[in-house]
């Protein structure tokens, strides 16, 4: 790994807010600390997309679409209108959640289905996207299989959790995950990553992207 900055480590990290009950106020404030910390993105839900690519607007900072937020139970025509949708608006990345009880089902056909028309359309645009695993409902194998599918569509990233299930990013996932991509395709880790270290822990297990609502905070705690 090499010497990260404070600027650097910045621009790993998708400053998170996806609390229901934001204030538009607190989104506000929100993007603004992020376009004066630098992150990449600030990572929201689709309703106020239009009013936070407004205020980030000169600063380099992305909007992140939240895309079937938390529970990924959508059907694979509203998940693909969601995220076209929230292109449209101002969206710069999604991240969608895949479907975990077809994942926990077996029903492989439907998840490489989903995971391509999502893939196919933000590319489409121009759009990066990432794909939730929600690592915490899976067994190693299943992580491994939809490791397997990603190499063969080619979302920009996969991604370790919501933060909304039982468990967020692991160290132990973020490494099982790079193994089976190696550096085809980006790991996020998310979830419960509230320090520098366990950042920090992450990175060095092959995360090439952090999503946290506490990147303030890790950022601060490195100049320190």
């Known amino acids: 790994m090499t010497q990260l900055t404070k600027k650097t480590l910045a621009r790993l990290i998708d400053q998170t807010l ?9 989104l506000r404030l929100h993007c603004e600390t992020a376009a004066r910390y630098g992150f990449k993105t600030v990572a929201i ?20 679409a939240a895309i079937s937020f938390p529970l990924g139970q959508c059907t694979t025509e509203v998940k693909v209108f969601e995220a076209l949708d929230a292109i449209a608006k101002g969206a710069g990345e999604v991240d969608y959640v895949t479907n975990v009880s077809a994942v926990k089902s077996g029903d492989w056909a439907k998840v490489e289905e989903e995971m391509r028309r999502i893939t ?3 590319h489409e645009k121009g ?4 794909v939730i695993f929600e690592n915490c409902f899976l067994s190693d194998d299943e992580k491994k299989r939809l490791c397997e599918l990603a190499l063969k569509i080619r979302p920009d990233f996969i991604k370790t959790s919501t933060g909304f299930g039982t468990g967020g990013a692991t160290v132990e996932d973020v490494r099982l995950m790079k193994k089976q991509v190696g550096d085809e395709i980006g790991i996020k880790a998310a979830g419960g990553i509230r320090t520098l270290a366990s950042a920090l822990e992450m990175i060095r297990a092959g995360a ?3 999503g946290t609502s506490r990147g303030v905070e890790i950022v601060d705690e490195l100049e320190k």
């Open 18 to 26: 996806l609390k229901p009950e934001a204030s538009y106020e607190a």
């Open 45 to 64: 839900n689709n309703a106020p997309i239009p009013m936070c690519k407004k205020w980030l607007e000169g600063s380099g900072v992305l909007v992140d």
């Open 208 to 210: 090439s992207r952090i």
């Open 120 to 122: 196919d359309a933000c």
């Open 127 to 130: 759009i990066p996207v990432k």
